[in-house]
């Protein structure tokens, strides 16, 4: 018997899933459909997939079966991957879902969707199953990629109609003939939608390394809708040695409804019920709780390169450019002086107003501020007003005083942005700690710009310190950590200021920390840019897994996470148990 119900996303939608309820679940799996599809395609296979004392939950996908939405489209793929978040934050409160007790089942697109959630979000899962994930869909036609990207940049919105048959998804001609006449699976795809499945799927396998979950992996021999090659690379990466690849020589696309869809589903149920069975997989973590992929990869920005390399000459010229006709840029005339990644320097980030000298300088800070990282980091700001207003809701509701320390703030655009907030500000104080004195200098500025000075004090502090964190008072109930110990790669500065706020915070007190996974430019970066002390400004990626589990060595519960629309920057809730 199987119930269906709907749950509401951080947009108000609400979105349709399907449950399968046994009275004595204690463990549950979550299922992903492909694609164009919906969640009652999954009904054939259910009594294939039950386990005895396991939950089945079936998320339909907005835009797609009985969930709301045009049908294909959403803002972006990242969109997809948040809601999945909000369906996991709600089976754990409304179904009591147990994180460490739940496998992930996941097919096509949706194996896409959830290989995503389960590398930027790091959630605590039993193990994951991908089964034909379209890490790469076969366009068939030559440039056809390239041509989409042009569509959505002349005519943003478009729709792409599928060439997906049923005789393309299965050997099996009835099932081939239900597909076809199920009037619920729409054709139509979002040109966006398409465009971010292929760039998700690229910074997916290229740093599958860093995911530690036990897998699963399923590909088709005969499969027309994905091509194989960066399946394998995936499965070659994959960090977790509790890995399998299951390759179904002459199965097609649709393992699901497929001839071969016994030998699937009884693959599946084994691989749960060894992970059922087994100890909670740790999170892959090294004595000092790095991550070895990661550690190797800063080694080697470290290094320099041969000095007539491409890559070398390419870097050269870039430093040159920067230095030179790059100085009419406000923006990168702002970062020679005091490092890319200063207070100062995020400050003209967020503010987002081209500046330089003549036409050619705002022309040249226009395209500086518009780089895939600035981006990001203006979207981890909005990320981070959410987050707080996430947790000032909740010392509100539990009667907490409604105080927030900032560790390393800068300039504190973002603080400014909480005391004007007009639901939590007017009883807020704040207090902003940095090393950089004019960094607060700059702070107490725009404070006294916009009449704020008399609730955010500033001043400077050590933010690895652990005695002057627990040494603050007032006490704060929401600590934030922002943009600090993505600079840092040493996890043993991080123990100790971790430490420091878990002693600074009271009972049920919130923490505020980001995260950078991933970045696309961390080369040129660190190749290029200088930070604050004026040496090359490498950083060392940490894994999601990795920053949640500091944060989780120190005494905090992980509450919730928000992502950026690429993958970047993360920023994560944590509470200090009461």
Known sequence: MNTRLQFTTDDGIQLHYKAWQPENATRALILLHRGHEHADRWDTAIPRLTIPETAIYAWEARGHGQSPG?????????????????????????HSLDPARTVLVAHSVGAVVGAAWVHDYAPPLAGVVLAAPAFEVNLIVPGALASIRMLEKIRPGSTIKSYVRGSWLTRDPEQAAIYDADTTISKDISARILID??????????????????LLLFSAGDDKVVKPAPLKRFFDAYGCDRKEHIFLADARHGLFHDLCRDEVTDAIRKFCTACFSQAPTARRLEADLSHPATNAEYASLCKPLPALSPKAVSFAIQRLSLGTLGRLSEGI?????????????LDHVYANWARGSLVLGKWIDRGYLDAIGWRGIRQRRECIRAALRHALARVRDAG???????????????????????????????????????????????AKRENLADRITHERGDAFDTASLAAVDPKPSVAVVSGLYELFPDNALLDRSLAGLFQALPPGGWLVYTCQPWHPQVEMIARVLTNRDGKPWIMRRRPQGEMDALAEAAGFAKEWQWTDDFGIFTVALARKPA
């Open 197 to 214: 499945l292929f760039d998700t799927s690229r910074r997916v396998v290229e740093d599958a390394a860093v995911m530690d979950r036990p």
């Open 333 to 345: 005339r702002i970062g020679h002086a005091t490092g890319f990644d200063s207070g100062e320097s």
């Open 70 to 94: 045009k049908r294909g489209h959403a803002t972006g793929f990242m969109t997809y991957v948040r809601d999945l978040e909000t369906f996991y934050h709600h089976l754990r409160e409304h």
């Open 400 to 446: 907490l005083p409604p105080r927030i320390m900032d560790i390393a703030g800068g300039a504190g655009r973002y603080l400014l942005d909480a005391l004007s907030d007009p639901e939590y500000g007017a009883e807020l104080s704040v207090l902003c700690r940095d090393w950089s004195a004019s960094a607060l200098d700059a702070g107490r500025a725009a």
